[in-house]
T-cell receptor, first 113, second 112 residues
Framework: DAKTTQPTSMDCAEGRAANLPCNHS???????VYWYRQIHSQGPQYIIH???NNETNEMASLIITEDRKSSTLILPHATLRDTAVYYC??????????????FGAGTQVVVTP | KAGVTQTPRYLIKTRGQQVTLSCSPI?????VSWYQQTPGQGLQFLFE???????NKGNFPGRFSGRQFSNSRSEMNVSTLELGDSALYLC???????????FGPGTRLLVL
């Protein structure tokens, strides 16, 4: 799987948009970008994923650059409950990756009042 | 739909014992993956099962094993427990091996 680079931590004010960057400069054409988050000691929660186009759901928006070498997860109106570790994962097809997500260290996001 | 459930949620064992953890996937999901999470190593992939067959395996010793039943429920077993096996064990289910995974709450294992 292509590796990802994320900032170690970032703070965000409650009610403001949180923009979480992720670099994946070695991504290949068939690799999806996934975002999960993990609130302390809970199981990771799926947020959103995309291949080429920008995606939006009820939780967040995913912006992928045209060259696909980086992406940004946007939480439009951060709340205190959005405090979590956010993981950006690039996932490739093929039997070696069946059922496997390769987690990095993620970004610790702290939303402050 | 009910989410992924894992039992038990907490477990304390002593070195040398064995342990079995259970995972019930989301209804209709046939792929179940297991992960180990520790402060030092982060989230690491253990193995994946689909239709009762292990199709992928991470880099863990043979003490870690699993199985999947015909109803897609899965169990993982760790034999001869070591202190380093203390971790949060997570399972995730999906409709297929390359589809979106949804995680359970995890089982926290403490080995004394």
């Amino acid at each position: 799987d292509a590796k990802t680079t994320q900032p170690t931590s970032m703070d965000c004010a409650e009610g403001r948009a949180a923009n979480l960057p992720c670099n994946h400069s070695t991504i290949s054409g068939n690799e999806y970008v996934y975002w999960y988050r993990q609130i302390h000691s809970q199981g990771p929660q799926y947020i959103i994923h995309g291949l080429k186009n920008n995606e939006t759901n009820e939780m967040a928006s995913l912006i992928i650059t045209e060259d696909r070498k980086s992406s940004t997860l946007i939480l439009p109106h951060a709340t205190l409950r959005d405090t979590a570790v956010y993981y950006c994962i690039v996932r490739v097809g093929g039997s070696d990756s069946w059922g496997k997500l390769q987690f990095g260290a993620g970004t610790q996001v702290v939303v402050t009042p | 739909k009910a989410g992924v459930t894992q039992t038990p949620r907490y477990l304390i064992k002593t070195r040398g014992q064995q342990v079995t953890l259970s995972c019930s996937p989301i209804s209709g999901h046939r792929s179940v993956s297991w992960y180990q999470q520790t402060p030092g190593q982060g989230l690491q992939f253990l193995f994946e099962y689909f239709s009762e067959t292990q199709r992928n395996k991470g880099n863990f010793p043979g003490r870690f094993s699993g199985r999947q039943f015909s109803n897609s429920r899965s169990e993982m077993n760790v034999s001869t427990l070591e202190l380093g096996d203390s971790a949060l064990y997570l399972c995730a289910s999906s409709t297929g091996a390359q589809e979106t995974q949804y995680f359970g709450p995890g089982t926290r294992l403490l080995v004394l």
